[in-house]
Nanobody
Framework: QVQLVESGGGLVQAGGSLRLSCAAS????????MAWYRQAPGKQRELVAS???????NLADSVKGRFTISRDNAKNTVYLQMNSLKPEDTAVYYC?????????????????WGQGTQVTVSS
């Protein structure tokens, strides 16, 4: 019923920038918090940044001052602007959203994940 589709990953040199996008589609009533996670090889998935429906943001200490999270509620899309990238930022980045979904006669709230997009930063 709901899909999150990420785009914008790729290969970049250290110091470069990338912008990730994640668009939600389907039987959406509303979207609460949206977030970006990442998982590097051999490591656990970690929260990178989150944003509430009202625009309040939270960033991991490791990316503060370099990454910015934003959202366009009209487009059901969340963005992650990544500047001054470092090799340690290399990971698969996943979009996550808490969405209220429309059923035939009711609604329900659930967490959804995107398929992930690879970000590779070369030194």
């Amino acid at each position: 019923q709901v899909q999150l589709v990420e785009s914008g990953g790729g290969l970049v040199q250290a110091g470069g920038s990338l912008r990730l996008s994640c668009a939600a589609s389907g039987s959406i009533v509303s979207i609460n918090a949206m977030a970006w996670y990442r998982q590097a090889p051999g490591k656990q998935r970690e929260l990178v940044a989150s944003i509430t429906s009202g625009g309040y943001t939270n960033l991991a200490d490791s990316v503060k001052g370099r990454f910015t999270i934003s959202r366009d509620n009209a487009k059901n899309t969340v963005y992650l602007q990544m500047n001054s990238l470092k090799p340690e930022d290399t990971a698969v980045y996943y979009c996550n959203a808490n969405i209220v979904v429309r059923r035939t006669t009711t609604t329900y709230e659930a967490q959804f994940w995107g398929q992930g997009t690879q970000v590779t930063v070369s030194s």
